[in-house]
């Protein structure tokens, strides 16, 4: 599994112009993609990996860079499918999707991660699985980082 994951002090995600997902920050942003190899094991690694991964600052405090986890301060998660993160764009110009999983693969991959950070005690928004989203964020910093389990 692989995750893009940004913090934000908000982000939304909308469907025909429907907001379904919404966080209000300090939080996450997390676009997870779905390849074949993955399980459900790797789902729940992926959900306790983000749930403490430290990317957080206490208060905005910038000054004293002690970084916390949405687990230490209970921020917030929203949580988007994205199977283009396993787009392969290395040979010509239009990007391959082979290594992603199929939706009736990657869909209960998701709602796994989704779960298993709900049963961890995180609060977790999440988008529209094949939607067409559009997602708006304020990143903070900006702060991006690839997580893969």
Not at 75 to 94: C, M, N
Request: proline share 6%.
């Amino acid at each position: 599994m692989r995750a893009v994951v940004q913090r934000v002090t908000e982000a939304r995600v909308t469907v025909a112009g429907e907001t379904v997902g919404a966080i209000e920050g300090p939080g996450l942003c997390v676009l997870v993609g779905v390849t074949h190899e993955d399980t459900p094991a790797k789902a729940a690694q992926l959900a306790r990996k983000l749930w403490t991964l430290r990317l957080l600052e206490p208060d905005g405090a910038r000054a004293d860079g002690v970084e916390q986890s949405c687990s230490d301060l209970g921020a917030p998660l929203l949580v988007i499918s994205q199977f283009t993160l396993y787009g392969d764009a290395r040979k010509g110009r239009r990007p391959t999707w082979n290594a992603a999983a199929p939706g009736p693969v990657a869909e209960p991959l998701v709602d796994e991660v989704v779960a298993q950070l709900r049963a961890l005690g995180a609060k977790v928004e999440t988008g529209r699985f094949g939607a067409d989203m559009r997602v708006a964020l304020v990143n903070d910093g900006p702060f991006t980082v690839l997580v893969e389990v």
